[in-house]
């Protein structure tokens, strides 16, 4: 079972650049690392999803090591609007029917004028 | 239009009740999914239904029931409520292919 560790919070200015690792020493050949942001008092948004190397989006870009036991989540110039909770998530749906998804706590993230 | 929709938004009830959610998706997706968020934020699966059948079912308490009249609906059925039960509840569903997932907007469910 891939289980994720991420910083519990943290603090960023408007501008500025925010990278968000996510350590998943355990992570499995087939799983695939998916990003996703939750504003209070709503459900999870889907951010980026990889596999390997690098990957961008209109919103965000996902750099992954060789290895993959870790990624980084980087956020090109914040604005207050992306205060919210980053979660990683690990795993593939359909290797094992019995594979659990599990959310970690997820990471903080405030934004600041 | 929403793509994935949960009624009610807010449940208050008491211990030994029972209660139902429901849940819709407009997607067009084969997968849809049932989480728990407890109050520290963690977000963990309950159920998961592919084409009606379950494909993923945590180690949940029996007084929970996923029931999926069709590709488009996945309810969640709970019995004899238990104050631990409190919590926000979230649907969500995904393409088979993609690991994607669309969430709800949640139902927080308070049991007294």
């Known amino acids: 079972l891939a289980k994720t560790t991420q910083p519990i919070s943290m603090d960023s200015y408007e501008g500025q650049e925010v990278n968000i690792t996510c350590s998943h020493n355990?992570?499995?050949?087939?799983?695939?690392i998916t990003w996703y942001q939750q504003f209070p008092s709503q459900g999870p948004r889907f951010i980026i999803q990889g596999y390997k190397t690098k990957v961008t989006n209109e919103v965000a870009s996902l750099f992954i090591p060789a290895d993959r036991k870790s990624s980084t989540l980087s956020l090109p110039r914040v604005s207050l609007s992306d205060t919210a909770v980053y979660y990683c998530?690990?795993?593939?749906?359909?290797?094992?029917?019995?594979?659990?998804?599990?959310f970690g706590s997820g990471t903080r993230l405030l934004v600041r004028p | 239009d929403t793509a994935v929709s949960q009624t009610p938004k807010y449940l208050v009830t008491q211990m030994g009740n029972d209660k139902s959610i429901k849940c819709e998706q407009n997607?067009?997706?084969?997968?849809m999914y049932w989480y728990k968020q407890d109050s520290k934020k963690f977000l963990k699966i309950m159920f998961s239904?592919?084409?009606?059948?379950?494909?993923i079912n945590e180690t949940v308490p029996n007084r929970f029931s996923p029931k999926s009249p069709d590709k488009a609906h996945l309810n969640l059925h709970i019995n004899s409520l238990e104050l631990g039960d409190s919590a926000v509840y979230f649907c969500?569903?995904?393409?088979?292919?993609?690991?994607?997932?669309?969430f709800g907007p949640g139902t927080r469910l308070t049991v007294t």
């Open positions: 969500a569903s995904s393409d088979r292919e993609e690991n994607e997932q669309y």
């Open positions: 998530l690990v795993g593939d749906n359909w290797v094992d029917s019995s594979y659990k998804l599990i």
């Open positions: 997607l067009g997706h084969d997968t």
């Open positions: 355990n992570i499995a050949t087939n799983d695939y």
């Open positions: 239904y592919n084409n009606k059948e379950l494909i």
